[in-house]
């Protein structure tokens, strides 16, 4: 079974004392590329950093909207810059998130076009961030269609999914397809195409059952990989097949690995 990690924080402090372990028991389990995605711009050349030291990884820069405060004009052109590392294979995460509000909303509306600006410029796929912020997503989205790129952790509806899609984006499922109470979410992964889906753990963060509560890692592809197979009714090895080939395509991953 070949998977492709496609959404990992690998350049978080939780794995500063045992990262070659947990590299290790994902490509057990046949992990064959990790992506590994900074947040601002330490976090970015973290990530670029560390894929320089491992064949089997990439790094996806950017800055969160958690942080779009950070995103100055300096802070971008040197991450432009960063961006000519062959290590660097997409942009993000960017997006939205009027959940937690972290920056004050025009900030990180502007932080985003930007962005998106940015990496339309570079040619480079995006990894889109969007939480409680559907509407104001789609609306930035929709002046940069078509796209090439992956809803990160998608936690939305069939109807946005499928907006998503038709602009030209993959849907990357996380740990919350596994949670007991995702019954809604778990009727938007039987609706969308198993052609348009990629898996990624987005570890340290959201474990998914049965170790959900632990720090997460790219091993726990697993269990989301026997969630999807479960829910689309299809052999679990057909499900990573399919995904990694869609992971593949959106990150120009063909003939590089
Ligand atoms: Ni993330």
């Not at 992990?31 to 894929?51: H, Y």
């Not at 009027?98 to 990496?119: K, L, T």
């Not at 596994?178 to 969308?192: C, G, P, S």
Request: glycine share 4%; net charge negative; hydrophobic share 40%.
């Amino acid at each position: 079974m070949e998977i492709v990690e496609t959404h990992c924080h690998l350049n978080n402090e939780q794995y500063i004392s045992d990262l070659p372990a947990v590299l290790e028991r994902a490509r057990t389990i046949g992990v064959i590329q990790f992506m590994n995605v900074g947040w601002d711009l330490p976090s970015s050349e973290k990530a670029v950093q560390q894929a320089e030291l491992f064949p089997d990884m990439k790094a996806v820069i950017g800055i969160h909207p958690h942080d779009a405060s950070t995103a100055s004009d300096e802070a971008l052109t040197q991450l432009e810059a960063l961006a000519a590392n062959d290590k660097v294979a997409a942009w993000g995460e960017i997006g939205l998130d009027y959940y937690y509000d972290n920056s004050p909303r025009d900030i990180q509306r502007q932080a985003f076009r930007r962005q998106m600006a940015i990496a339309q410029q570079l040619d480079l796929p995006i990894v889109i961030h969007s939480r409680e912020a559907t509407q104001d997503t789609l609306a930035v989205l929709k002046e940069f269609a078509p796209l090439h790129g992956v809803m990160h952790c998608f936690s939305g509806s069939w109807e946005t999914a499928e907006i998503c899609i038709d602009m030209g984006l993959y849907i990357g499922f996380a740990g919350p397809i596994t949670f007991k109470n995702a019954r809604r979410l778990r009727e938007v992964v039987t609706n969308v195409p198993l052609e348009r889906i990629v898996v990624e753990t987005d570890c340290p963060y959201l474990s998914p059952e049965p170790v959900r509560g632990r720090r997460n890692e790219p091993a726990n592809l697993s269990h989301i990989l026997a969630k999807l197979a479960n829910l689309k009714q299809r052999e679990m090895e057909e499900v990573a097949q399919i995904t990694t080939v869609n992971a593949k395509n959106v990150f120009r991953l063909l003939n590089r690995l």
